[in-house]
Every structure is written in C-alpha cells, then in structure tokens.
C-alpha cells in the first residue's frame, strides 16, 4: 500500500486548507485511515481517524468543530478538511492505514502505512 499525501502549505490564521492522501495498492474503506500530524519537537498526534465501514469517524477534540476527515471511495483518496487554522495547527501531516482496532485507533504504533508527510504553517 502506498499513500501520497499532499495539499499543505502556508495559510493565514483563520484560513483553510485540505489535505489529500491518496492510496494505491489496497481500497482505503478495507483499513482504518487516519490523519496525525507532528509539530517541532513533539510526538506525532492524532488529529481524526476512520474505520474502513463507518461512516462516523473519530476527530480528537483539539481540532473537533474546526477540521473534518473524510473518504471517498470512488477515489481511494482520504482527505482533512481544515478551517479556521491556528498558529498551534502548524505541523507536519500525515496519512495513516492499517487494520487497527477502534481502541488503538489514536495510536501512531498501530498503523502500517504511512504517507510520506505534508507540512501545514500557520502564520499569525
């Protein structure tokens, strides 16, 4: 499985931005996909994730009301849609998938596939 991950960039505060994660070799809805993203010397965190059979998917409450994960599978392209970006927004995002249990869902660890990473700055 291979995942391109795109759309990053430099944005304003209050500014909006999508990601794309677009996948090759296996159907997206079969995994869970997930976007974490990795600010400077910080842990790499979770921001939303999706089980490949749901239609409700887990956004962490840092960013919850502000971005939106999404996929479509016609495409086997998974997507965060940001709004309202804040200065602490800036990292590096990536895409994940693997078959990861709901529990394990926020887990970094538990993904096996990993896009190659897109970095979001957000200036004030």
């Known amino acids: 499985v291979q995942l391109q991950a795109s759309g990053g960039g430099l944005v304003q505060t209050g500014g909006s931005l999508r990601l794309s994660c677009a996948a090759s070799?296996?159907?997206?809805?079969?995994?869970?996909t997930a976007w974490f993203r990795q600010a400077p010397g910080q842990g790499r965190e979770v921001v939303g994730a999706?089980?490949?059979?749901?239609?409700?998917?887990y956004t962490a409450d840092s960013v919850k009301g502000r971005f939106t994960i999404s996929r479509d599978n016609a495409k086997n392209t998974l997507y965060l849609q940001m709004n309202n970006l804040k200065p602490e927004d800036t990292a590096v995002y990536y895409c994940?998938?693997?078959?990861?249990?709901?529990?394990?869902?926020?887990?970094?660890?538990?993904?096996?596939?990993w896009g190659q990473g897109t970095l979001v700055t957000v200036s004030s």
């Open positions: 070799g296996r159907a997206l809805r079969s995994l869970t």
């Open positions: 999706i089980k490949g059979t749901s239609n409700n998917p």
């Open positions: 994940a998938g693997g078959s990861v249990i709901t529990s394990e869902m926020r887990n970094p660890d538990a993904y096996n596939y």
